[in-house]
């Protein structure tokens, strides 16, 4: 199984501020990576696919890099609505995986 | 536009069986492989199941230990997933997710979910 680990588990940032989230796998998945966000109550929703490529709708503000076993989510000039929990996903393989999340938190 | 609807949660005792379905609409269906993943209260997420677009191949998490068996009806659009010797520990919300076509995409679209508690 591939275990991924998230950091910070929790982060505080003022809303306009930029936010950068990791990701690290226990092993290479290229860049079979994705994120997501959930808020309370609802499903979680894709963010990024690929490591990089935003899905539709998503804004510009959310960006991701990263390939092989470090990824980074960033979400600059944070807005109101980002606060929320975010959680990465490989899928390399069948038997996809997720961090722990990481919870967004106003300062 | 895509729909996945989930269905068939409820109370139930520890040992018992339960199953779940999945509605899914709005998209060619049979191209897609798809996917269970739960989330217990207070929780992240977990996976816990993926079936392929044509059936034939069907992968379960460890922690499953056998209990659970993955299924899907391609003509009636819908997934299921038959849940025996259910613990307490398999209290959770369960998702069904689309993978995106080619599997490129990870998990591009979930339902809202069913809720499952085990309880005596």
């Known amino acids: 199984e591939i275990v991924m680990t998230q950091s910070p588990i929790t982060l505080s940032v003022s809303p306009g501020e930029r936010a950068t989230l990791s990701c690290r796998a226990s092993?290479?998945?290229?860049?079979?990576l994705a994120w997501y966000q959930q808020k309370p109550g609802q499903a979680p929703r894709l963010l990024i696919y690929?490591?990089?490529t935003r899905a539709t709708g998503i804004p510009a503000r959310f960006s991701g890099s990263g390939s092989g076993t470090e990824f980074t989510l960033t979400i600059s000039s944070l807005q109101s609505e980002d606060f929320a929990v975010y959680y990465c996903q490989q899928y390399n393989n069948w038997r996809i995986t997720f961090g722990q999340g990481t919870r967004l938190e106003i300062k | 536009q895509v729909q996945l609807v989930e269905s068939g949660g409820g109370v139930v005792q520890p040992g018992r069986s339960l199953r779940l379905s999945c509605a899914a609409s709005g998209f060619t269906f049979s191209n897609h492989n798809m996917h269970w993943v739960r989330q217990a209260p207070g929780s992240g997420l977990e996976w816990v199941a993926v079936?392929?677009?044509?059936?034939?191949?069907?992968y379960y998490a460890d922690s499953m230990n056998g209990r659970f068996l993955i299924s899907r009806d391609n003509s009636n659009n819908s997934l299921h997933l038959q849940m025996n010797n259910l613990r307490t520990e398999d209290t959770a919300l369960y998702y069904c997710a689309r993978e995106g076509y080619g599997g490129n995409s990870g998990t591009d679209y979930w339902g809202q979910g069913t809720l499952v508690t085990v309880s005596s």
């Open positions: 690929g490591a990089s």
């Open positions: 092993q290479s998945i290229s860049s079979n």
């Open positions: 079936i392929s677009y044509d059936g034939f191949n069907k």
